[in-house]
């Protein structure tokens, strides 16, 4: 059982940047490929970047690629999610979840534990 808690997020102007953290319980956060999804009013949820159990891989939706970077301390059980440059199309609740196989994974199912969100809202 792994439970997640996201934080960070906030309001921020366009260009400006916020880093996102999600801070899980039990020992075995390493053994987990842990996500980051997104979902703006009226949308559905969708994802944003993957990172590997030992940080070596990542993966990123073309949408954030460049501009957001998801990275992970397993010593202190969080992953984060750096995000520069941000739009106002990136206003959303941010997600975090954890997945117990070793590839990454856009998609939502497979992922194990999801944390509650965390609101992220860019003004013009």
């Known amino acids: 059982q792994v439970q997640l808690v996201e934080s960070g997020g906030g309001l921020v102007q366009a260009g400006g940047s916020l880093r996102l953290s999600c801070a899980a319980s039990?020992?075995?956060?390493?053994?987990?490929?842990m996500g980051w999804f997104r979902q703006a009013p009226g949308k559905e949820r969708e994802f944003v970047a993957a990172?590997?159990?030992?940080?070596?891989?990542?993966y990123y939706a073309d949408s954030v690629k460049g501009r957001f970077t998801i990275s992970r301390d397993n010593a202190k059980n969080t992953v984060y999610l750096q995000m520069n440059s941000l739009e106002p199309e990136d206003t959303a609740v941010y997600y975090c979840a954890a997945d117990r196989r070793p590839s990454l994974s856009r998609l939502q199912a497979r992922y194990d534990y999801w944390g509650q969100g965390t609101q992220v809202t860019v003004s013009s």
């Open positions: 039990g020992r075995t956060f390493s053994s987990y490929s």
């Open positions: 990172i590997s159990w030992g940080g070596s891989t990542t």
